[in-house]
């Protein structure tokens, strides 16, 4: 069976946990699509978001990891797509529930408010939980507008 395919990106704020994540996300045998930032310095988040978004979206990767100071603007961006599902979620719990119960597809971590440790958890929550189908099936058929 060949490896899972993640694709991340970030902008300044999420440079911070990028490559601890990655290190991370190989250990647990995916490989990984980076798109950035590799710096520091001020980047306009949606630059290194939308390629995430589109990983996902035409099947180079299963997942996506999406980072930013708030999340917000990094899972707007990504849900732009039409078969994104980005999930802002900042505890664990919520990691879980958007994979159950909205089949979310990206993780969107907002960086200035979580812990490294927590971002770890709510990722490995996230690749490790399956989608229920069943009574949220209906529901995320609806979402694409």
């Given at each position: 069976?060949s490896a899972l395919?993640l694709?991340?990106?970030?902008d ?8 601890k994540i ?8 995916y490989?990984?699509i ?7 310095e001020?980047v306009d ?15 180079g990767a299963q997942?996506?990891i ?13 849900n732009k797509?039409q078969t994104?599902?980005?999930?802002l ?6 990691a ?7 089949d ?6 907002p ?8 971002a770890?958890?709510?990722i490995?929550?996230?690749?490790n939980?399956e ?15």
């Amino acid at each position: 069976m060949s490896a899972l395919t993640l694709s991340i990106g970030c902008d300044h704020a999420g440079y911070i946990y990028r490559e601890k994540i990655i290190q991370f996300v190989r250990k647990m045998g995916y490989e990984v699509i980076d798109h950035g930032t590799f710096t520091a310095e001020a980047v306009d988040y949606p630059d290194h978001i939308h390629p995430v978004a589109k990983d996902v979206e035409n099947g180079g990767a299963q997942v996506g990891i999406i980072l930013c100071g708030s999340g917000n603007g990094a899972a707007i961006t990504a849900n732009k797509h039409q078969t994104i599902r980005a999930a802002l979620c900042w505890k664990a719990e919520l990691a879980r529930l958007a994979r159950m119960h909205n089949d979310a597809n990206i993780l969107a971590i907002p960086a200035r408010f979580v812990s490294l440790k927590m971002a770890k958890s709510m990722i490995d929550i996230f690749l490790n939980t399956e989608f229920e189908g069943g009574r949220h099936q209906k529901r995320v058929d609806k979402i694409p507008f």
